[in-house]
């Protein structure tokens, strides 16, 4: 196993050194879940949950923290955004809501980080607004589900 990037020669945390490597194109999707009763949904459905939208409002929030990514992982590089998409879609099968978020940039380092906070504060958002009509609600499954750039290349969940 390599040495730890994020540690120094004694061990203590540190930003690693982006400076020298070429920007690529970067782009990382991550995908999560927020499961609910079956009954929970139709709220959402007809637009009348007590807190609003709450889909077009978790889809807001989760773009809004893959731009606020390094202010709330340690030692994660802040960096321009190209893109980032978070979509919510309904799953009376689980039920509940699948989340996927696409991140993009043009940079030296990727947007996984960015990528899985969109999904988990998207998450967090659905359950906020949700909590006052079902408090047995779980969030579940955040993952990586493909990164593309940089020098390690593309990669794919199987």
Do not use: Y
Not at 53 to 78: D, N, Q, Y
Not at 116 to 121: G, H, N
Not at 122 to 133: E, H, P, R, S, V
Request: net charge negative; proline share 4%; with cysteine.
């Amino acid at each position: 196993m390599s040495r730890l990037t994020h540690l120094d020669e004694e061990g203590r945390a540190r930003m690693v050194d982006v400076s020298g490597k070429e920007p690529t194109d970067r782009i990382a999707t991550a995908r999560g879940m927020l499961r609910c009763e079956a009954e929970t949904l139709a709220p959402v459905a007809a637009g009348t949950a007590p807190k609003g939208s709450v889909i077009h409002t978790a889809e807001l929030a989760g773009i809004m923290a893959a731009k606020r990514t390094a202010e709330l992982i340690p030692l994660c590089h802040p960096l321009p955004l190209n893109k980032a998409d978070v979509t919510i879609a309904m799953d009376e099968d689980l039920p509940g809501f699948r989340v996927t978020a696409e991140v993009r940039t043009h940079g030296v380092t990727g947007v996984e980080m960015e990528a899985l906070t969109a999904v988990s504060v998207a998450c967090l958002t659905l359950f906020d607004m949700l909590k006052a009509i079902d408090r047995s609600m779980t969030i579940e499954g955040i993952e990586i589900v493909s990164k593309s750039g940089g020098k390690s290349g593309s990669w794919q969940r199987t």
